[in-house]
């Protein structure tokens, strides 16, 4: 089945920058990907039902939100499992890792520094979703 809403990619983030490179990065390789973000409970609740939806992406260390409490919440309000949770995060701790999995995020990757690797790891996390989306 071929779908017909291009696919959709959350990002729960804080970082103007941060989200701005995704975006950017996502774009140049993927034109047909939608690129949302979300900074709140219920910015990312306004998205959930969308068909279209495909990932969400959490920063956990953001400034005035908790992002592991936020995955925590979202993924006990959300029963989809057509949508993938992912964490993004500058933190290198092997506890906040496993905090993050707990959670229920399926994967967990660290956010490199400089924006060229940034975006080289935003492409390489997503691009196979999107791949599996639009088949």
């Known amino acids: 089945m071929i779908a017909t809403e291009n696919p959709v990619v959350l990002f729960v983030e804080d970082s103007d920058l941060d989200f701005e490179m995704a975006e950017r990065a996502l774009h140049s390789d993927s034109p047909k990907v939608d690129v949302l973000r979300a900074e709140s409970l219920s910015q990312v609740m306004e998205h959930i039902d ?40 500058t933190s290198t701790s092997p ?28 492409r390489q996390m997503v691009l196979p979703w999107i791949e599996q989306r639009l088949q």
């Open 50 to 89: 969308d068909k279209a939806l495909t990932l969400i992406i959490f920063d956990i260390n953001m400034g005035s939100t908790n992002g592991l409490k936020l995955l925590a919440e979202v993924r006990s309000e959300c029963q989809r499992t057509d949508v993938g949770f992912i964490v993004f995060s």
């Open 95 to 122: 506890n906040e890792k496993r905090s993050a999995l707990d959670a229920g995020a399926g994967a967990y990757h660290e956010k490199p520094l400089g924006a060229v690797a940034f975006m080289e790891a935003v």
